[in-house]
C-alpha cells in the first residue's frame, strides 16, 4: 500500500487541479491514499526549498507530489509536478482530469482564501491562549531535570491553565538542548503549551568569574527589559555571586519593580536546618524560622533568635504543636560558635563530591517553596530568608540585595520588621554588605571598560 502526498502553493490553479484529480482517485480507488498541504504562496518557496534539501529532490515548481511507502518507511519517492501526477493517474489507473481553466481559478482563488482564514484563526488562538511564559537560563543544569517536571504541579500557579517553557544555557549545545525540550515534551503535561529552545549569544560562565557574570547577568537584564511583561517574576538560584546577579538584573531592567526579583535563600536556609535537626536528633522539618542574612554565596549570618524546634526529646513535653526556642534547646555554644558555621558551608560541597554532580533535589526544594509562597498565600508566622533589594531596613546600604527574613501575602512579600538586630549582629552585616558592595565595584568596573573597548 502507498500513501501519496500533494503540496502546492494554495492559490496555484494547477494545485487546485492535482487536488480534484487526486480526490476521484481516492473515492474511486479503496488501496490509493492522499495527503494534502497547502501552503500559503509567501511560505511556498522556503518551504519547497527545505522539502527539496531534506529528501534529496529537485523540483521548482507548484505543485509537487511524492509517494510514501508506508510499509516500509523512508523517505519520499518524488513523482514530479501536475503534469507528472496526470501521466501517472492515466497510465495506472486510467483516470484523468477534465477540469477547465476558469473551475481551476474559481478553485485556488478559494483555496488561498482559506489558507488565510485559517492563519488567522491559529493567530487567535495563540493569542487568546495567554500562555505564562516561564524562562530558566542555564537550563542544562542537572537542577532543571529535577525542576522541570515539578513547575507543573497543580496549584502552584493558580487560575492559569496553560504555559510556554523556553530553555536557555549560554553553555550548552543546541543539540543539547534540543534533546531537553523533547524530554519535556515527552511528560505529556496538559498545561504545557509548548516547549522552546531560545538562542544564547552571551559568553561563557566559565570559572564564574565576576567579569564573565556580570556581562552575561547585564544582557540578560536588557533582554527581560526588551521583551518581558513589566508583572514577571524573577528567582536567581546557584552557587556563585547569586546576590549580585539579582543585583545586575534590577540594574538593566529599570521599568519593572525590583520586588519583581528575588535571590533564593531557601536552599542554604534548610542546610541549617540540617545540622540544627542532626544536632537536636529531630527531623529537618521539625526546625522552622532560621533566618539567613547577608550574601547567598559568599559571607553570610545564620540567625537563630526566632528559630524554633519541634518534637525536641527533652524534659519539658506539650501537645502536637508544642515548639521550643532552639537556642535555649543547643547547650553546646562552642559547637554554635564553630562547627555549627563550618558545617553549613561544606554541606553542599560535600553532597556534590558524594554523588558527583550538583544538589539538584534540594535547589528544586528551595525554588518551590518559595513559588508556592510567592503566588499562594503563606501563613503570616512563617519567616522566609531571601535576597531582595534594600531600602535601608537594619541598616543595609539601600540598593544591596540581601538576604533578609520576609514574609508572603496576597502575592507579594515584605521584610520582616519583629526582628531583633543586636550590636553584635550589625557588625556581621556590616561585613557581608562590605563585601556585596564590593563585588558591585568590581562588576561596575569591568562593564564601563568592557564599554569603552566596544
Not at 81 to 89: M, N, R, T, Y
Not at 133 to 153: D, G, K, T, V
Not at 156 to 184: I, V
Request: some cysteine; overall charge negative.
Amino acid at each position: 500500500m502507498a500513501k501519496f502526498v500533494l503540496a502546492g502553493k494554495a492559490d496555484c490553479p494547477y494545485y487546485a487541479k492535482a487536488e480534484l484529480l487526486a480526490d476521484v482517485l481516492q473515492r474511486n480507488l479503496p488501496d490509493f491514499h492522499i495527503h494534502k498541504i497547502c501552503v500559503h504562496p509567501s511560505d511556498w518557496e522556503k518551504w519547497l526549498e527545505d522539502a527539496c534539501a531534506c529528501n534529496g529532490w529537485e523540483h521548482s515548481r507548484s505543485p509537487v507530489v511524492w509517494r510514501e511507502l508506508t510499509d516500509r518507511g523512508g523517505k519520499g519517492l518524488l513523482l514530479g509536478g501536475f503534469s507528472d501526477f496526470l501521466e501517472h493517474a492515466q497510465g495506472y489507473y486510467g483516470i484523468t482530469s477534465d477540469m477547465n481553466s476558469d473551475l481551476m481559478l474559481k478553485i485556488s482563488a478559494e483555496n488561498r482564501q482559506t489558507k488565510e482564514l485559517c492563519i488567522e484563526e491559529e493567530i487567535h488562538r495563540h493569542m487568546s491562549l495567554r500562555p505564562l511564559h516561564i524562562w530558566i537560563s542555564s537550563a542544562l543544569n542537572p537542577i532543571c531535570y529535577s525542576l522541570i517536571p515539578q513547575l507543573f504541579s497543580p496549584g502552584l500557579f493558580p487560575g492559569l491553565p496553560t504555559f510556554s517553557l523556553h530553555l536557555m544555557d549560554a553553555g550548552g549545545s543546541e543539540e543539547m538542548l534540543q534533546g531537553l525540550k523533547m524530554e519535556t515534551e515527552d511528560l505529556a503535561l496538559h498545561q504545557l503549551h509548548e516547549p522552546a529552545c531560545e538562542s544564547n549569544d552571551v559568553q561563557d560562565d566559565k570559572d564564574h568569574m565576576v567579569s564573565q557574570v556580570a556581562e552575561r547577568f547585564r544582557c540578560y537584564g536588557q533582554l527581560i527589559e526588551a521583551n518581558a511583561q513589566k508583572d514577571v517574576r524573577v528567582i536567581i538560584a546557584g552557587d556563585s555571586f547569586v546576590n549580585l546577579k539579582c543585583s545586575l538584573l534590577i540594574e538593566n531592567t529599570p521599568s519593572v519593580d525590583p520586588h519583581n526579583f528575588m535571590a533564593m535563600t531557601t536552599q542554604l536556609e534548610y542546610e541549617a536546618k540540617t545540622q540544627l535537626a542532626q544536632k537536636l536528633s529531630v527531623k529537618t522539618a521539625d526546625i522552622t524560622n532560621v533566618i539567613v542574612w547577608g550574601n547567598i554565596s559568599g559571607s553570610f549570618h545564620i540567625d537563630l533568635q526566632r528559630a524554633k524546634v519541634f518534637r525536641c526529646d527533652g524534659a519539658i513535653w506539650g501537645p502536637d504543636g508544642f515548639s521550643q526556642q532552639v537556642m535555649e534547646m543547643i547547650y553546646d555554644w562552642k559547637w554554635l560558635q564553630t562547627d555549627f558555621m563550618s558545617l553549613v558551608h561544606k554541606h553542599r560541597t560535600t553532597i556534590s563530591s558524594k554523588t558527583n554532580k550538583a544538589t539538584a533535589i534540594s535547589t528544586t526544594n528551595g525554588i518551590m517553596t518559595i513559588l508556592k509562597a510567592w503566588n499562594n498565600d503563606a501563613s503570616p508566622e512563617d519567616v522566609f530568608s531571601l535576597g531582595v533589594i534594600s531600602t535601608g531596613q537594619f541598616g543595609i546600604p539601600a540598593g544591596l540585595v540581601f538576604s533578609v527574613p520576609v514574609s508572603f501575602r496576597d502575592g507579594c512579600w515584605s521584610v520582616r520588621s519583629d526582628v531583633t538586630v543586636t550590636d553584635e549582629l550589625r557588625q556581621k552585616l556590616n561585613a557581608c554588605a562590605d563585601e556585596l558592595k564590593m563585588e558591585r565595584d568590581i562588576a561596575a568596573r569591568i562593564l564601563k571598560m568592557h564599554d569603552r573597548l566596544q
